[in-house]
């Protein structure tokens, strides 16, 4: 299993929870899974053309993933982030 840290301003999506876990998988496949589970999670995440949003950030681990087809492997743990803008 995966598990997947989910940044506050997403939890509209998930009832409120932070940790969620998912089956192993490419992280795509992760945000798949994730999204039939919490229907809206993975377009505020991943664009049209399937690319990161450039207002999101993943990591597994400490490793910033830059390509949803990424492999993971049991016991890894992406995180999201939203990004912070301003000025």
Request: proline share 6%.
């Amino acid at each position: 299993m995966i598990r997947v840290l989910v940044p506050s301003q997403l939890h509209s999506y998930t009832g409120g929870l932070s940790r969620l876990e998912a089956p192993v998988g490419a992280i795509g496949e992760v945000l798949d899974d994730l999204d039939r589970r919490f229907p809206g999670l993975k377009f505020r995440v991943i664009d049209e053309q399937d690319r990161i949003r450039p207002h999101m950030r993943l990591f597994v681990g400490r490793e910033a993933a830059r390509d949803i087809r990424a492999p993971l492997k049991d016991g890894d743990e992406l995180m999201i982030f939203g990004a912070l803008s301003g000025g």
